[in-house]
């Protein structure tokens, strides 16, 4: 089993910037992408970024690349999301994700084995 620990969510200005970070314990060794999923008020859940644990490798959504970036530090079993930019629309709850290895659509949050509790952003025009 692995938990995820998110933090770092709050309120932001249009324009400015948050990091969200996820702390993963238990059986990290399984893991083998972490990523960030968000969930706005009345809309579905979406896809934000992943990396590979492993490689470094990053994914993101259309919409969120060049303003966030996803990064990790395996030692500190910890992956961060690094929002820039922000705009009203951002505003949701993030959610924090890990994969075991298998086939699958990465950007499918039902590949996804294990979920944070989430972190509240709200961004502010």
Avoid: H
Avoid at 32 to 52: C, D, H, N, S
Avoid at 67 to 88: C, G, H, W
């Amino acid at each position: 089993q692995v938990q995820l620990v998110e933090s770092g969510g709050g309120l932001a200005q249009a324009g400015g910037s948050l990091r969200v970070s996820c702390v993963a314990s238990g059986s990290t060794s399984s893991i083998y992408l972490m990523g960030w999923f968000r969930q706005a008020p009345g809309k579905e859940r979406e896809f934000v970024a992943t990396i590979k644990r492993n490689s470094g490798m990053t994914y993101y959504a259309d919409s969120m690349k060049g303003r966030f970036t996803i990064s990790r530090d395996n030692a500190k079993n910890t992956v961060y999301l690094q929002m820039n930019n922000l705009e009203p629309d951002d505003t949701a709850v993030y959610y924090c994700a890990a994969a075991r290895y298998r086939l699958g659509t990465i950007t499918l949050d039902d590949l996804y084995d294990y979920w944070g509790q989430g972190t509240q952003v709200t961004v502010s025009s």
